[in-house]
């Protein structure tokens, strides 16, 4: 199974908003509403910011937000601060025995 | 507060076994299934492995299928990777990763991973 398309890399200003792509196919984010995505700083594990395409994990900011279109999975974030900057990670549900696939990640820039 | 803490990673050759273990606190660790990702240097996340609560249902990463072993105690709260005829591009962080309650692609817990390194 191959790794979700990611860009690798995207960039924004402070306050800005800016949008990460996740491209799959119809056997995964096309078929399921099961869309993940996670942050991670550096040295540090993921963390969980929005599941099930558009929802978010208690504690999560609302400027963190989910939608899907076809096999292509999105994550905005608005407003942006410094502490956004990080790695972010999509995944999807595939099937029962292989479970998930993990996009190649996104490094997002604060300017 | 949830916990998960990995411990036995280290230095391996080629064609060694290493095993790690994942010791969960602060949730009832026998309800929930577990899961490992890792993470080579600098590379992103892969799944690897996945065991439900009961150790009656268990997946495998393609990668990994025939080399590593997933298991679990639930007396001792304890997850388990056993990693056999290891390979170069097995070098990674290995997490301890619990999934949320009601979604098991969600991972909503992980622990600050085990290091691998497969190297003669």
């Known amino acids: 199974q191959s790794a979700l398309t990611q860009p690798a890399s995207v960039s924004g200003s402070l306050g800005q908003s800016i949008t990460i792509s996740c491209t799959g196919t119809?056997?995964?984010?096309?078929?399921?509403?099961?869309v993940s995505w996670y942050q991670q700083h550096p040295g540090k594990a993921p963390k969980l910011m929005i599941y099930d395409v558009s929802n978010r994990p208690s504690g999560v900011s609302n400027r963190f937000s989910g939608s899907k279109s076809g096999n292509t999975a999105s994550l905005t974030i608005s407003g942006l601060q410094a502490d956004d900057e990080a790695d972010y990670y999509c995944?999807?549900?595939?099937?029962?025995?292989?479970?998930?696939?993990f996009g190649g990640g996104t490094k997002l820039t604060v300017l | 507060d949830v916990r998960l803490v990995e411990s036995g990673g280290g230095l391996v050759q080629p064609g060694g076994s290493l095993r790690l273990s994942c010791a969960a606190s602060g949730f009832t660790f026998s309800t929930h299934s577990m899961n490992w990702v890792r993470q080579a240097p600098g590379k992103g996340l892969e799944w690897v492995s996945y065991i439900n609560s009961g150790s009656t249902t268990i997946y495998y990463a393609d990668s990994v299928k025939g080399r590593f072993t997933i298991s679990r105690d639930n007396a001792k709260n304890s997850l388990y990777l056993q990693m056999n005829s290891l390979r170069v591009e097995d070098t990674a962080l290995y997490y301890c990763v619990r999934p949320m309650a009601t979604r098991e692609e969600s991972f909503d817990y992980w622990g600050q991973g085990a290091l691998v390194t497969v190297s003669s």
């Open positions: 995944s999807s549900y595939i099937n029962t025995f292989t479970l998930v696939v």
């Open positions: 119809s056997s995964d984010i096309g078929g399921y509403n099961y």
